[in-house]
């Protein structure tokens, strides 16, 4: 049993993300301002949290690869065509 233990919580229900149901955010009693919305800083913040860095340049990372790769592939069925060519002859 607790006794004394207020919280301030902000439910949101339908964050933007699709992955997500809802988002609980447990506020602190001295974090929030005077004058401020709780639940617009909420959604600030989570609206904030999106996609890491890491992830995105990893994405571009596997991307590049893959496109040299298929030119790399390319450029060595092309010789291969010209030394056939080239030996029949």
């Given at each position: 049993m607790l006794k004394g233990v207020t919280k301030r919580i902000v439910e949101i229900n339908r964050p933007d993300n699709p992955a997500f149901e809802r988002a609980v955010l447990y506020l602190r009693t001295d974090?929030?301002?005077k004058g401020t919305d709780p639940v617009a800083e909420a959604k600030e913040y989570l609206m904030?949290?999106?996609e890491p860095d890491d992830c995105v340049h990893g994405r571009k990372l596997r991307l590049t690869v893959a496109v040299l790769s298929l030119c790399l592939a390319v450029t060595a069925a092309a010789l291969m065509v010209l030394l056939v060519l080239y030996t029949k002859m």
């Open positions: 974090g929030v301002k904030g949290l999106g």
